[in-house]
């Protein structure tokens, strides 16, 4: 899936922080931003790296995770534009909670602390969008943890292939993420997770093309996962 922001505006269209400002002050957060560019695989940040910008994402997408002292890997969740990553750290000057690895082709923009907290003072409403942010990310890891409670594997499979097709209303979604990627989000080994997607082809739910996943039933897949079906 290529995943952008949408070309109807500047470059913060659609970024839930900066709808409140007015336009002027959106330019010159453009202004003060250094645009990025990080290729597929490439490391963001790491995990207790000082937490000193905030990234804006323009298009590709971000997987966020977490690292056992074994060197096993949690993926807690995918960043896709409009939306950032970094903001919690900004807050607090605290060390960064969690590693960022592009898992697309990525384009950004990074807004510096001292630029993100001077507009913070300038723009307060802008700590409502942060505390939605917050709130969000309480309630992501809530559900992640009830998930591994009450949901079997392949359940836990199935919901995180809903959560990466989105809101796309496509008959079919393609899927960048490979299995060892999706294994780290479902929280499953990569055999037991394998096992699953070859259940789920069987059905003919998705299929695969080396290291796409293409989902062809998207409502077989929520009613799999306990979601509802739209």
Not at 9 to 26: K, S
Not at 35 to 45: A, V
Not at 155 to 181: C, Y
Request: charged letters at 25%; one cysteine or more; glycine letters at 8%.
């Amino acid at each position: 899936m290529d995943h952008r922001m949408p070309d109807n505006g500047d470059a913060l269209t659609g970024v839930d922080m900066f709808a409140g400002l007015e336009p002027e002050v959106r330019q010159r957060v453009i202004a003060t931003a250094v645009p990025r560019t990080y290729r597929k695989g490439q490391i963001i940040f790491v995990e207790h790296d000082p937490g000193e910008s905030l990234i804006i994402l323009k298009r590709g997408a971000v997987a966020i995770f977490r690292t056992a002292p074994t060197g096993e890997r949690a993926v807690l969740t995918v960043v896709r534009p409009p939306d950032v990553l970094g903001e919690v750290s900004l807050l607090d000057a605290s060390a960064r909670s969690a590693s960022a690895e592009a898992i697309e082709d990525c384009q950004a923009l990074s807004l510096s602390r001292s630029a993100f907290i001077d507009l913070v003072h300038a723009n307060p409403r802008i700590l409502d969008a942060v505390m939605r942010s917050v709130g969000a990310l309480i309630r992501r890891l809530t559900e992640q943890n009830t998930d591994h409670v009450f949901l079997d594997l392949p359940g836990r499979v199935a919901k995180t292939l809903v959560r990466l097709a989105g809101e796309s209303q496509a008959p079919m979604i393609t899927i960048e993420l490979n299995q060892s990627q999706l294994a780290e989000m479902a929280g499953g080994s990569r055999q037991s997770v394998n096992q699953a997607i070859g259940s789920f082809a069987s059905r003919g739910w998705l299929r695969t093309e080396g290291r796409r996943i293409v989902v062809t039933d998207l409502q077989a897949l929520r009613r799999r996962a306990g979601m509802s079906v739209n």
